[in-house]
Every structure is written in structure tokens, then in C-alpha cells.
């Protein structure tokens, strides 16, 4: 199994440019997580989706981040506009069931994303 | 308010001593807690997870104890390795209706040859 995968690995952008960050979920995996990290704020769930269905996305900062999962084996989160703040590295995970807390949830490697 | 907080912020120990990471929370209802490693440039990988019921849970050399009374955890590493160097982040949810996370600092481990 190769797991979650994500793509950028890396991506540099400059302030005001749209960013799109991409994931792919363990094959048979039914919830899709999005996490950001900070050195200052540490893991942050922005959004969750069960089913393809966006379930909690209470942690999204604002309306500059919007996320889409178009399909069971495929996710997306967009920044536009992008701002220097916004530099963190973004996790996408996966889980097999509704997302609930007891279940296991397998990261990706993350995208490094620095806005300048 | 949910707040996890995770002590010491970073700690240093020589390969093969064992240590000892402590997790507070003030998370309410209480779910479950889960201690996750998060080896330098990769994604968190769960180590445990407790719920209200359990007090100890092993996975190999790491063991976590859990006093909901107190509302603390812990994470006992024995006989440490090279391999531990990493941080450690306390991970507790409340019971709401799609289980509100909450996640900790993290804790800095470094073994040192």
C-alpha cells in the first residue's frame, strides 16, 4: 500500500498567488482529514470529510482556504489569495470509518508550503 | 476551555535511558487519548490510544498511562534509541457529535549517542 500521498512535496509562492495542495487517501479509506502546522501553533485540523462529504470545517481560518474532495480517491486544498502567514506544512490523513477520534488516522508526508 | 498541554517542551537523554513525557488536559466531555510520534520531516504515525476505561496501553517500548481522574498521561519510553528522536504529541477528543480534537505542543525528544 503507498499510503497517503500528497503533492507538492514543496511549493514557494509568492503573496497573492493561488495555491493548490493535492491528496490522495489509502485506497478503501472512507474519511479524509487536512491538518496545518505551525512551529507557533502546532497541528490543526482545518477540515474534515466523511464519504466525500465535508463533515467539520470549523478550522479553516478563513475565506482564502476552500477545500474539495470530488471523489473517494481524491482531495484538494486551495489558498487564494495567498499570504506569508500561510506558510506552514499542510498533512492530509485518512481513515477508514466516519472519522471518529478512535479511529486511526494514516498522514501523509505533507506539502511545505512557504508563501514570500 | 479544551486545552492540552504537553511538559517538558524538549528533552535530551542518552541512548539506552529510559523518560518520561506527561500530557494535561482539560478536555470535556472526555473521548479518548492518543500519543502520536512525529519523526523530523514526515507525518504523525499513532503510537496508543485509551479511552475513559483504560489506564495503561504498551506498544513495544513505549507505554502510556492514562488517570482520568487527574486528567494527565503519560508516556514512558524504555531503554531508549537513536530511532526515538522525534516529537511527541499528546492528541486528546471530546465526545461531541463528530469528536472535537484537541491536540498538544508536542514534546521534543532528542537521544544522543
Known amino acids: 500500500d503507498a499510503g497517503v500521498i500528497q503533492s507538492p512535496r514543496h511549493e514557494v509562492t509568492e503573496m497573492g498567488q493561488e495555491v493548490t495542495l493535492r491528496c490522495k487517501p489509502i485506497?478503501?479509506?472512507?474519511?479524509l482529514f487536512w491538518y496545518r502546522q505551525t512551529m507557533m501553533r502546532g497541528l490543526e485540523l482545518l477540515i474534515y470529510?466523511?464519504?466525500?462529504?465535508?463533515?467539520?470545517d470549523s478550522g479553516m481560518p478563513e475565506d482564502r482556504f476552500s477545500a474539495k474532495m470530488p471523489n473517494a480517491s481524491f482531495s484538494t486544498l486551495k489558498i487564494q489569495p495567498s499570504e506569508p502567514r500561510d506558510s506552514a506544512v499542510y498533512f492530509c490523513a485518512s481513515s477508514l470509518g466516519e472519522g471518529r477520534a478512535q479511529e486511526t488516522q494514516y498522514f501523509g508526508p505533507g506539502t511545505r508550503l512557504l508563501v514570500l | 476551555k479544551n486545552q492540552v498541554e504537553q511538559s517538558p517542551q524538549s528533552l535530551i537523554i542518552l541512548e539506552g535511558k529510559n523518560c518520561t513525557l506527561q500530557?494535561?488536559?482539560?478536555?470535556?466531555?472526555?473521548?479518548?487519548l492518543r500519543w502520536y510520534k512525529q519523526d523530523t520531516g514526515r507525518g504523525p504515525v499513532s503510537l496508543t490510544i485509551?479511552?475513559?476505561?483504560?489506564n495503561t496501553k504498551s506498544n513495544g517500548r513505549y507505554t502510556a498511562t492514562l488517570d482520568a481522574d487527574t486528567k494527565q498521561s503519560s508516556l514512558h519510553i524504555t531503554a531508549s534509541q537513536l530511532s526515538d528522536s522525534a516529537s511527541y504529541i499528546c492528541v486528546v477528543s471530546a465526545r461531541t457529535s463528530y469528536d472535537k480534537v484537541i491536540f498538544g505542543p508536542g514534546t521534543s525528544l532528542s537521544v544522543i549517542p
Open positions: 485509551m479511552t475513559f476505561s483504560e
Open positions: 485506497s478503501g479509506h472512507n474519511s
Open positions: 470529510f466523511n464519504n466525500n462529504v465535508p463533515i467539520d
Open positions: 500530557c494535561n488536559y482539560t478536555v470535556s466531555p472526555f473521548s479518548n
